[in-house]
C-alpha cells in the first residue's frame, strides 16, 4: 500500500528567504510523486510532478523537487519566497494497483512573513 | 475553457435533503474521481470511475450514489444530508498509461453547506 506523510502541518518563512516543504512517502513499486498547491478558497493546481525521468523536478513559479529514492522522500524547495507563495501545499502519490489511488498527504500551510 | 468543471460552487441545504453535484471533464480522460476536504484541508478519495465502470469505492455512506453517464461526466448525488457532509466536494480526472500515472485535473470544487 502506499502512503505520502508531509511532515510539517505549518511552514512560516520571510519573503526572500528559502522555502523547504517536507515530504515522505511509502510505495511498494516506482511510484508517481505529484506537488499541488492550493490558494485560499481555490481548486488544486499542479506545481510538478516526477514520473521516473530525471530526480530533479522543475516546477511552476520558481519550485523544484528532488526525488530521493534511498530516502523515500520528495521534497519540495524554492531558493526564495514570493508573498504570493502562502497557500496550502499538498504532496500526492500514486503506484500502480489494480485499483489506483492518487494519495493526498495532509498538506503543509506555507506562511510568508513581510 | 474549463477543462474539469463543477457545478454548483456553493450549496447550501438543510438536514435530511438530496442534492447533487455535477461533474464534466473535457480532456477526453478515462478515468474520473470524487474528493472530499475536510474543514481541516485533508482530501480524501471517494469514488473512482474508469470509462464508466466504478473502480475505487471508499468507505463512504451509501447516501452517496455516484453517477457517471458517460466518460465525460461524473455526477454525485447525496440523500439525506447530514451536518457532517458539510465540506468542500471537488471532481478530477486523468489519463493513465501503462504504469505510468499522470497527474490528475481537479475542477474549483463545491462547497456544501449543511444547516
Known amino acids: 500500500a502506499q502512503s505520502v506523510t508531509q511532515l510539517d502541518s505549518h511552514v512560516s518563512v520571510s519573503e526572500g528567504t528559502p522555502v523547504l516543504l517536507r515530504c515522505n512517502y511509502s510505495s511498494s513499486y516506482s511510484p508517481s510523486l505529484f506537488w499541488y498547491v492550493q490558494h485560499p478558497n481555490k481548486g488544486l493546481q499542479l506545481l510538478l510532478k516526477y514520473t521516473s525521468a530525471a530526480t530533479l523536478v522543475k516546477g511552476i513559479n520558481g519550485f523544484e523537487a528532488e526525488f530521493k529514492k534511498s530516502e523515500t522522500s520528495f521534497h519540495l524547495t524554492k531558493p526564495s519566497a514570493h508573498m504570493s507563495d502562502a497557500a496550502e501545499y499538498f504532496c500526492v502519490v500514486r503506484q500502480y494497483s489494480s485499483a489506483s489511488k492518487i494519495i493526498f498527504g495532509s498538506g503543509t500551510r506555507l506562511s510568508i512573513r513581510p | 475553457d474549463t477543462a474539469v468543471s463543477q457545478t454548483p460552487k456553493y450549496l447550501v441545504t438543510q438536514m435530511g435533503n438530496d442534492k447533487s453535484i455535477k461533474c464534466e471533464q473535457n480532456?477526453?480522460?478515462?478515468?474520473m474521481y470524487w474528493y472530499k476536504q475536510d474543514s481541516k484541508k485533508f482530501l480524501k478519495i471517494m469514488f473512482s470511475y474508469n470509462n464508466k465502470e466504478l473502480i475505487i469505492n471508499e468507505t463512504v455512506p451509501n447516501r452517496f450514489s455516484p453517477k457517471s453517464p458517460d466518460k465525460a461526466h461524473l455526477n454525485l448525488h447525496i440523500n439525506s444530508l447530514e451536518l457532517g457532509d458539510s465540506a468542500v466536494y471537488f471532481c478530477?480526472?486523468?489519463?493513465?498509461?501503462?504504469?505510468?500515472?499522470?497527474?490528475?485535473?481537479f475542477g474549483q470544487g463545491t462547497r456544501l453547506t449543511v444547516v
Open positions: 478530477a480526472s486523468s489519463q493513465d498509461g501503462d504504469r505510468v500515472w499522470t497527474e490528475a485535473f
Open positions: 480532456l477526453g480522460h478515462d478515468t
